[in-house]
């Protein structure tokens, strides 16, 4: 089931520094999405994208860049990391016809200090 | 707006015991709605949606409109059955995903 995969899997990064996390899936499904997971807060969208240029903000947007030039890649950028930022990051995908069915990646443990 | 309820953070049961995973939400529309698990350390996974009305490990969630509930169901607990699992509501734009808070299932043996 490695048809979606995210980059780094783990990252420990300082306050106030650029960090792209990377999400790739070779389905070509028109959709992705990115959540941060947080305990007490559970799942929570940040940036969504229907197609290749078209992304939209979700729940949670706020210091954090994404962008979506080639169908299969989903880039999440913070731009100056804060501390609020630690948490885990999810990106997920699913193609147009199966609205039922998000297959998420492995995720990526993110720590900022 | 759609808003997705768990209002159990962490449920313990004992390994036979029956399980009962509470969600309860808010949605305008016709929900759609679905639980996930995660695994230790494991990616999400869909575990049921309710418009197959199918059973998963023994996993159940019946849709209560009148009661705007779809808690999450099992008669004999498994300790494999312990991990993360969260109800979610889909949004009739992109697909996209309402999540609860999640809820922490632990069984002991």
């Known amino acids: 089931d490695a048809g979606i995969t995210q980059s780094p899997r783990y990252k420990i990064t300082e306050t106030g520094r650029q960090v792209t996390l990377m999400c790739h899936q070779t389905w070509s499904h028109s959709y992705m999405f990115w959540y941060r997971q947080d305990l007490g807060h559970g799942l929570r969208l940040i940036y969504y994208?229907?197609?290749?240029?078209?992304?939209d903000k979700g729940e949670v947007p706020d210091g954090y860049v994404v962008s979506r030039s080639k169908t299969e890649n989903f880039p999440l950028t913070l731009e100056s990391a804060t501390r609020s930022q630690t948490s885990v990051y999810f990106c997920?995908?699913?193609?147009?016809?199966?609205?039922?069915?998000?297959?998420f990646g492995e995720g990526s443990w993110l720590t900022v200090v | 707006a759609q808003r997705v309820t768990q209002p159990e953070k962490l449920l313990s049961v004992f390994k036979g015991a029956p399980v009962e995973l509470k969600c309860n939400y808010s949605?305008?529309?016709?929900?759609?709605l679905f639980w996930y698990v995660q695994y230790s350390r494991q990616r999400l996974q869909l575990l049921l949606r309710?418009?197959s009305r199918e059973s998963i490990k023994g996993f159940t969630a019946d849709l209560n409109k009148g009661e705007t509930s779809f808690h999450l169901k099992k008669p004999f607990a498994q300790e494999e059955d312990s991990a993360m699992y969260y109800c979610a509501l889909r949004s009739t734009s992109y697909g996209k995903l309402t999540f609860g808070q999640g809820t922490i299932l632990t069984v002991h043996p």
């Open positions: 994208s229907a197609a290749a240029d078209i992304t």
């Open positions: 949605y305008s529309g016709s929900p759609e």
């Open positions: 309710h418009i």
């Open positions: 997920a995908s699913r193609a147009e016809a199966q609205r039922n069915t998000i297959y």
